[in-house]
């Protein structure tokens, strides 16, 4: 199976500040399928980013994703405190669908 | 706007069965979309586990050996997770989600996720 490695495990930064997160894949996956997800504390993950770059319904566009073969990359630009959150990525090129281990975003 | 919960006993004892069932409003499990369990054990990343297609199709992660089953109850529109022979490394936060094979995907976009239940085996 494709593992899904984000790191750090946590970055901290301020309002109003960019951040990019990173994510890396064991063997490359098709930007056509792959994902990023939020999950707020104590609340249901959401979908964020399809396909590498399509942002979901309803997702600002301060979030942008890019990336391909085994590198891929989530950007939330102007933090907002709701951005504050767990992010984790999604491969769905392959079966069975795996996950990152999730970057959390904190307030530094 | 569809809404996925989650539900089932929060304790179950090793080598016993965990069932869980997702109760879907909002929309029903005879629509065009994959039927999806997903686990997260403590300090753990997620786990796809299986999931199913309206039509009955299955599709289920090797990591489980076997151990898992899931179906869907359309006159309930709900659908539901059995895990058999439990232990203490399947306790988790369970997940139930809505998810489609976009293109020529061969494994689930996840849309939309449950609020998920703990599950504890001890």
């Known amino acids: 199976e494709i593992v899904l490695t984000q790191s750090p495990g946590t970055l901290s930064f301020s309002p109003g500040e960019s951040v990019t997160l990173s994510c890396r894949a064991s063997q490359s996956v098709n930007s056509r399928y792959f994902a990023w997800y939020q999950q707020r504390h104590g609340q249901a993950p959401r979908l964020l980013i399809y396909?590498?770059?399509n942002r979901a319904a309803g997702i600002p566009d301060r979030f942008t994703g890019s990336g391909s073969g085994t590198d891929f990359t989530l950007t939330i630009s102007r933090l907002e405190p709701e951005d504050f959150a767990v992010y984790f990525c999604?491969?769905?090129?392959?079966?069975?669908?795996?996950f990152g281990g999730g970057t959390k975003v904190e307030i530094k | 706007q569809v809404h996925l919960q989650e539900s089932g006993p929060g304790l179950v004892k090793p080598s016993g069965t965990l069932s869980l069932t997702c109760t879907v409003s909002g929309g029903s499990v005879r629509s065009s979309n994959w039927w999806i369990w997903v686990r997260q054990p403590p300090g753990r990343r997620l786990e796809w586990i299986g999931e199913i297609y309206y039509t009955g199709n299955n599709n289920y992660n090797p990591s489980l050996k076997s151990r898992a089953s899931v179906s869907v109850d359309q006159s309930k529109n709900q659908f539901s997770l059995t895990l058999i022979s439990v232990t203490a490394a399947d306790t988790a936060i369970y997940y139930c989600?809505?998810?489609?094979?976009?293109?020529?995907?061969?494994?689930?976009?996840?849309?939309?996720w449950g609020q998920g239940t703990q599950v504890t085996v001890s």
């Open positions: 989600a809505r998810g489609i094979h976009p293109g020529s995907a061969v494994a689930s976009l996840v849309q939309q």
């Open positions: 396909g590498t770059s």
């Open positions: 999604q491969q769905y090129s392959s079966a069975p669908l795996t």
